[in-house]
């Protein structure tokens, strides 16, 4: 069965200290993989897929296959980037979304 | 664009009760997915419509029914509510894809919250 797992609740650094969010999957087929994220008192958007291997807002992820992992990170972290994280899977075929649990993260000054 | 909008923004329904709820893609977006949300939890998937059929379903009982109109807006339709379906639920639109070239990221509403007393 596909299933997305994020291990923190809540992680908190401080400010311009590196952040790693952390998510691992398991799929049997070709995964494509997601972070959306949830700034307070607004809706949930995209922030980057494995696919466009870009970096947003500073943030990176890397798909690694072998240990069914989509790990997001920013080398420094702001105070703005405090919101809620999800990773996503998304499954081809019935065009289905698999989200995780959601880690927290909180700047702090 | 106002982005994918929904309707009501929240409601109150006892136990036993049909709910509807609704929901408008974002101009351009032929597939309309909706999630339920419980508090704490991340989205959990419940159908996903694509050009008007459905193209996914996850795992909810057969209370749970959608349809998607000719002009891409979405129905999800709730019988006989019970306590544990309070939740937030989540419309999400793409652009879609028939076949399996690539995922269309989603893009996501506000959400219904909906208490059951």
């Known amino acids: 069965a596909q299933r997305v797992t994020q291990p923190e609740k809540l992680l908190s650094v401080f400010k311009g200290a590196p952040v790693e969010l952390k998510c691992n999957y398991s799929y049997s087929g070709s995964p494509e993989l997601f972070w959306y994220v949830q700034y307070s008192r607004q809706r949930l958007q995209l922030l980057l897929r494995?696919?466009s291997r870009e970096s947003i807002k500073g943030f990176t992820a890397d798909l690694n296959k072998g240990e069914t992992s989509f790990h997001l990170k920013k080398p420094f972290a702001q105070e703005e980037d405090s919101a809620m994280y999800y990773c996503?899977?998304?499954?081809?075929?019935?065009?289905?979304?698999?989200f995780g649990p959601g880690t927290r993260l909180s700047v702090l000054p | 664009d106002a982005g994918v909008t929904q309707s009501p923004t929240h409601l109150i329904k006892t136990r036993g009760q049909q709910v509807t709820l609704r929901c408008s893609p974002i101009?351009?977006?032929?597939?309309v997915s909706w999630y339920q949300q419980v508090l704490g939890q991340g989205p959990q998937f419940i159908f996903q419509?694509?050009?008007?059929?459905?193209?996914g379903r996850g795992n909810f009982p057969d209370r749970f029914s959608a349809r998607q109109f000719p002009n891409y807006s979405s129905e999800l339709n709730v019988n006989a509510l019970l306590l544990g379906d309070s939740a937030l639920y989540l419309c999400?639109?793409?652009?879609?894809?028939?076949?399996?070239?690539?995922?269309?990221?989603?893009?996501f509403g506000d959400g219904t919250r909906l208490s059951i007393l």
């Open positions: 419509y694509y050009e008007k059929e459905e193209r």
């Open positions: 101009s351009g977006h032929k597939s």
């Open positions: 999400a639109s793409s652009l879609g894809a028939k076949g399996k070239e690539f995922i269309s990221p989603q893009h």
């Open positions: 996503a899977l998304g499954i081809k075929y019935g065009q289905n979304f698999v």
């Open positions: 494995h696919i």
